[in-house]
C-alpha cells in the first residue's frame, strides 16, 4: 500500500470517437433498461423506491470521478488500468497465445517487452511492475473487449456493478431490520465518498465489489435461504480477486464473519451460562488470532511496509496533499497494537475540515465530522454500555462495527495521506454510518410488501 503518486502520462489517450460514443450510448440504453426492468418488477417493495435513484447517483458519481481526473490529473491511475486493459486487448487479438501466457502468468520478474511492443502497444510502466495494479487491468480487459475500448462505457458498467453490490449490501442490512430503510439506502448507495471512489475504472472500486459480495455471500453460508447453482463458484472467484488485489480485505472480511457467526450461535442459546460460555470462546478465539496476526510474517510484512510509507513521506517532497502523523516510532507487533486506538479514529474521524486542502478531502471532512456528531447523538442517547450490547445482539451489526474498526486501523495506520486516506476508507463508510443509525430498542417493522428476489 504506498502512497498514491500521480504517474506521469505514458500515452496519448483518446477518449471520443466514433465507436465510442456508439457504445456508450448502447451501453447507456441497456443499463437503463436493466435498472428500469429491475424496478417495474419489484416497485411494490417499499424499499425499492431508492432503487432507480441510487444507480444514477452512482452513475453521476463514476462519470464526475472519470471527468475530473481526466481534466485534472490528465487521467491518473484511472486511465492507466484503462490503457493497459487496452493493450492486453490487442495483445489478445494479435497474439493469442502470448495473450494467454500474459494472462495467467504472475511471474514477479516478467518483462514486458516479451510480450508487448510498438506493434501491440505498451501498457504504463508502472502499471505493469504492480502486481496488484497490472492484475486490476486484467480484470478490466473482459470490460474493454465487450465495449470496444470505451473508456466511459467501461466506466458506466462498474458503476452499474458497483451499485448492485451496494444494493445487495442494502437488501442485506434491510433484512436484519438494524434500523430504518432510509438509513440503510443513504448508507448503502448516497455516501458521497463512497460513490466517488468505487465507481469508476480502478482498484478500489474492484476491491469494494469484492468485499462487498464476499460479506454477503458469507452470511448466506448459515441462513436456510436456497443457494443458487453458482453460490461456491462465485466465493472462489471473490477470494481469488481479493487475494490478488488486496489480500488483507480477507482478513477484514472473515474477521467479523466469525465472530458475527459465534455471536449468532451464542444467542440461540437459551441457558445464560452457555451464552456466558460461547462469548468466552470467541473473545479467547479473537485473542488468539490476533496473536497469531501480530506474530505471523504479514503482520511484520505489514508493519515493515508501513515504515517505509511513513520514512518515505517525511524525506520526499514530491508527494502532494496534506498529510496526517501518527506518532508512530515503534513499528513493531506490540507497536502496532498501541497505534490501533489512534490509527482507528483518524479513518473514523479525519480529515477534520481546516485539515481539506481539496474539493475531495472538503467532501470526506464534510462526512467525517457529521460521522462525529452522529457518534455523539449515538453516545449521549444511549450511552457506550447500551449501544455494546445492541451491536452485541445482532450479528450484522457486530460484522458491519468490526468490518469498520479493521478496515479503519489498516486505512489509519499505513495512509499518511489525506488524499489516500479518503480513497482507502471509503468501503468502511457505508458499515460505520448503519452502526451508527442503528435502532437501539427493537427491530424497526418494515413495510415491505413483498420478498426481494432470490
Not at 46 to 67: D, P, R
Not at 207 to 214: E, M, P, S
Not at 392 to 416: D, K, R
Amino acid at each position: 500500500m504506498k502512497p498514491y503518486v500521480i504517474p506521469p502520462p505514458e500515452a496519448s489517450y483518446q477518449f471520443f470517437g466514433i465507436l465510442d460514443g456508439l457504445s456508450i450510448f448502447v451501453w447507456l440504453l441497456i443499463l437503463i433498461n436493466l435498472i428500469s426492468s429491475d424496478y417495474q418488477k419489484n416497485k411494490n417493495i417499499s424499499y425499492f423506491k431508492y432503487y432507480q435513484q441510487g444507480f444514477y447517483f452512482k452513475l453521476l458519481a463514476a462519470l464526475s470521478f472519470s471527468v475530473i481526473y481526466i481534466l485534472k490529473y490528465n487521467g491518473g491511475d484511472t486511465t492507466a488500468y484503462w490503457d493497459a486493459a487496452q493493450k492486453l486487448n490487442n495483445l489478445l487479438y494479435e497474439r493469442p497465445t502470448l495473450f494467454l501466457k500474459e494472462y495467467f502468468s504472475n511471474d514477479p520478474e516478467r518483462l514486458r517487452f516479451m510480450s508487448f511492443d510498438d506493434f501491440v502497444g505498451l501498457p504504463p510502466n508502472w502499471i505493469y511492475k504492480e502486481d496488484e495494479s497490472w492484475f486490476t487491468s486484467k480484470v478490466m480487459v473482459f470490460l474493454s473487449i465487450i465495449t470496444f475500448r470505451s473508456y466511459f462505457a467501461m466506466t458506466m458498467i462498474c458503476s452499474y456493478l458497483s451499485f448492485k453490490a451496494s444494493w445487495k449490501l442494502l437488501e442485506l442490512g434491510i433484512k436484519h431490520k438494524v434500523c430504518s430503510e432510509k438509513s440503510i439506502a443513504i448508507a448503502c448507495l448516497f455516501l458521497p465518498s463512497t460513490a466517488f471512489w468505487c465507481t469508476g475504472i480502478s482498484k478500489d472500486t474492484v476491491v469494494y465489489i469484492c468485499v462487498i459480495y464476499a460479506l454477503v455471500l458469507l452470511f448466506q453460508l448459515y441462513e436456510k435461504s436456497k443457494k443458487d447453482n453458482f453460490f461456491y463458484i462465485k466465493l472462489i472467484v471473490i477470494y481469488y480477486l481479493l487475494v490478488n488485489i488486496r489480500d488483507f480485505m480477507l482478513i477484514a472480511a472473515l474477521a467479523p464473519f466469525m465472530l458475527s457467526l459465534g455471536i449468532r450461535w451464542g444467542n440461540k442459546q437459551k441457558n445464560s451460562g452457555a451464552k456466558i460460555f460461547i462469548n468466552m470462546m470467541m473473545i479467547g478465539a479473537i485473542m488468539i488470532g490476533l496473536s497469531f496476526f501480530f506474530s505471523s510474517s504479514k503482520a511484520q510484512e505489514f508493519s515493515q511496509e508501513a515504515q517505509l510509507i511513513q520514512t518515505d513521506l517525511k524525506n520526499n517532497t514530491t508527494y502532494q496533499g496534506a498529510r496526517y502523523d501518527l506518532g508512530v516510532t515503534d513499528f513493531s507487533p506490540l507497536g502496532m497494537i498501541k497505534a490501533m486506538p489512534l490509527s482507528i479514529l483518524t479513518a473514523f474521524y479525519r480529515p477534520f475540515i481546516w485539515e481539506a486542502n481539496t474539493i475531495f478531502i472538503f467532501i470526506s471532512a464534510v462526512e467525517t465530522f457529521a460521522l462525529l456528531i452522529l457518534t455523539i447523538l449515538l453516545l449521549s442517547k444511549t450511552g457506550l454500555v447500551i449501544a455494546i450490547k445492541r451491536i452485541q445482539e445482532e450479528e450484522f451489526l457486530i460484522m458491519a462495527f468490526v468490518f469498520s474498526i479493521i478496515l479503519g486501523f489498516f486505512a489509519g495506520y499505513t495512509s499518511g495521506l489525506f488524499g489516500v486516506l479518503v480513497r482507502f476508507k471509503a468501503p468502511l463508510l457505508p458499515f460505520l454510518y448503519i452502526v451508527l443509525q442503528m435502532n437501539t430498542k427493537k427491530p424497526i417493522e418494515q413495510t415491505t410488501t413483498k420478498s426481494p428476489p432470490k
